[in-house]
């Protein structure tokens, strides 16, 4: 029922990405995945938009897990530098690609499950 | 540089009623209409052969018309260097010619690409991981640099041959220079025609998948040949940091391609920079309700994300500083 009622679904994914990267879990991470489908597909505000709100869900849905990616990354040795700025544009740099492949891999499943969907047009 | 004028390789050429055809360029939009002499004339411009000794049936004040003609609409090319952007030049290096074998060639191949870049790369990773302890790791700079290079040439190859599998116009094949530092290479392949959304997507996605399937073989050689395991594991590593930095929504990036196809505009990034700096389009979106702003936001992101392409070149720029 709830997921019916619309928007506030939206917050299921990025509620389970905190939770399954505050407590490492594979599995909640997962579930996490799929999650973005099911939501998006049920909440009656995405309807025929599925590609727009799949987008934004990601973006913001993912942030925990990327987070967790680059502290991995970090103890890894791939971020540090001496030079800060230098940290600081390989983080933007990482924090991009991950962003990005993110996205489009959301998106191509999105478009294959959700064939037609409206464009929005400038009138 | 030509001796000659030579007629641009971009131009689409289509029969508008009897005697008339239409001529547009693929990169500018221009288009002018034309007739089949006036067309016969310009095919002959080949930047090597005087426009004034062309045998046609065109008078000489006829000849100097079109030739102006075709230079205000800038069909014309007087140089093998053309400019892009601002500090972005490309030099055609290969006007690739569809032929049926090539076609076939091509389908075959992006078909096989598609089934295997996946299981290549998961199967080089496991198979380099298990090698990893007999691994002798040297070579790395020659990695670096067969690893730049094939994956450069094998990106464009990929979409060269997706381009000819779904019928797409290729123009031409070449390399080009960003921003005054990035050298690069390119394909120029038209994919408006096709009316497929994922045939679209697979052209430009096949540079990437190129590079994935590279890496998975660098990967898999290098867990066969130990002794060679730096070479291979920096060959793999080159390559998936390429597909990776493609996938990226920088304007002109793969990834920014194939986004602008799942939404179903044109330039999805340049749309959104249009959008920041225009109130009333925002108005316009926002009027249409809650995915107006939903896709408002989009643009939002998407142009918060090209701060990416300064810090990619930031880091390009400071690790060779870095270095000394």
Known sequence: MFLKKGIWSLLIPVALSVIGVLLRSVP???????????????????????????????????????????????????????????????????????????????????????????????? | MYKYPRISNTLKIKKYGEEEFLVSDFLSDEEVYMSHDAIDFAKKLDGHTNPFRIRCNLSMEEKEELLEILDEHE?????????????????????PKSTI????????????????????????????AKNIIRM????FV???????????????????????????????VGVMLM???????????????????????????AGIEMNLLLAGVSLLLGSHFVRFGGMFMMIAIMNILFATLNLTFIEGLDGSNILSN???????????????????????????????????????????FQIAYPAILAVNILEVIACF
């Open chain 1, 28 to 123: 909640i991470i997962v579930i996490f995945f799929f999650s973005h489908f099911f939501v998006v597909g049920l909440a009656p505000a995405c309807k025929k938009h599925e590609s727009i709100w799949m987008f934004l869900l990601v973006f913001f849905s993912f942030i925990p897990v990327n987070v967790l990616i680059m502290i991995i990354m970090d103890k890894l040795g791939m971020l540090l530098h001496p030079m800060f700025i230098l940290s600081l544009c390989r983080c933007i740099f990482y924090y991009a690609m991950l962003f990005s492949v993110e996205e489009i891999v959301m998106g191509v499943i999105t478009r294959a499950i959700w064939k037609k969907q409206y464009k929005l047009r400038l009138k």
């Open chain 2, 179 to 205: 921003r005054f530092v990035i050298p690069g290479a390119y394909v120029m392949a038209d994919t408006d025609n096709i009316k497929n959304r994922n045939s679209r997507i697979q052209i430009d996605a």
């Open chain 2, 101 to 128: 074998g090539l076609r076939i060639f091509s389908s075959v191949f992006n078909l096989l690409l598609m089934l295997s870049w996946l299981p290549m790369l998961i199967l080089g990773i496991s198979l380099f």
């Open chain 2, 262 to 304: 799942l939404f179903g505009e044109e330039n999805i990034v340049r749309y959104a920079k249009s959008l920041m700096f225009n109130k009333n389009k925002r108005k316009k979106l926002t009027a249409q309700g809650i995915h107006g702003y939903a896709f408002v936001v989009i643009c939002y992101i998407l142009v918060l």
């Open chain 2, 142 to 172: 020659f990695g670096f640099v067969i690893g730049l290079i094939l994956g450069t040439a094998l990106h464009e190859l990929g979409h060269l041959f997706a381009g000819f599998a779904y019928n797409a116009p290729v123009y031409e």
């Open chain 2, 75 to 95: 069909f014309l090319m007087y140089s093998k260097v053309t400019k892009g952007g601002p500090g972005t030049f490309y030099r055609a290096l290969w006007y």
């Open chain 2, 136 to 139: 002798e790791f040297n070579g």
